[in-house]
């Protein structure tokens, strides 16, 4: 079992480099997708990363789940690594748009918070059962401004603590600032 996180802000080329790295390290891969088309633009931003994943020249199986997002991961992990006795890599791009959308299926919920933690420690357990290799994309929304409203400011609070619990259980842990990788968890100061 490997599980890597690859961090970063908006358009910082986490994406780009979650890819080269599978296509690295296997000769085909998994490609899990956690976005929902809702707009014409969020369209044009799925349809830009099946582009990118179409011409790479690599074999891509993409799966697309938005919420079952450990259920799927342990699936995956029977059908590739147990029934077929392999040892399948799959990406996961991205654990904040699989946070939003748990969180805004349950943000009338006064637990929604709770509920969501609860479904993030499912897929850590998840993570650490699983036989392959992960790599799983997420965003570092703490780094800007603090959101104007309620809903916001949960959102950026649970989606640091997830990618902290992720980032714990993860055996390599890259930030991806201006499209370059800088990996942290070797570097990890210990108390």
């Known amino acids: 079992m490997v599980v890597v996180l690859v961090t970063g802000g908006a358009r910082s080329g986490k994406s780009a480099f979650a890819e080269r790295y599978v296509e690295r390290y296997a000769e085909e891969g998994v490609y899990v997708a956690t976005a929902q088309s809702f707009d014409e633009e969020m369209e044009r931003r799925i349809a830009t990363h099946r582009s990118r994943r179409d011409t790479a020249g690599f074999v891509w199986k993409t799966v697309e789940e938005p919420l079952r997002l450990p259920e799927c991961l342990e699936a995956l992990d029977f059908e590739y690594n147990v029934y077929r006795s392999g040892h399948t890599v799959v990406l996961v791009d991205c654990l904040t748009l699989w946070l939003s959308n748990l969180l805004l299926q349950w943000e009338a919920e006064p637990d929604a918070e709770a509920r969501c933690l609860a479904r993030v420690d499912e897929l850590v357990a998840v993570l650490r059962r699983f036989q392959g ?43 991806v600032a201006s499209g370059i990788p800088i990996e942290l968890k070797s570097r990890e100061y210990r108390l």
């Open 133 to 175: 290799t992960v790599v799983l994309v997420t965003n570092e929304v703490g780094f800007g401004i603090v959101p104007a409203t309620p809903l916001g400011r949960l959102y950026r609070d649970a989606a640091g603590r997830m990618n902290q619990k992720v980032a714990a259980a993860a055996d390599q842990v890259f930030l």
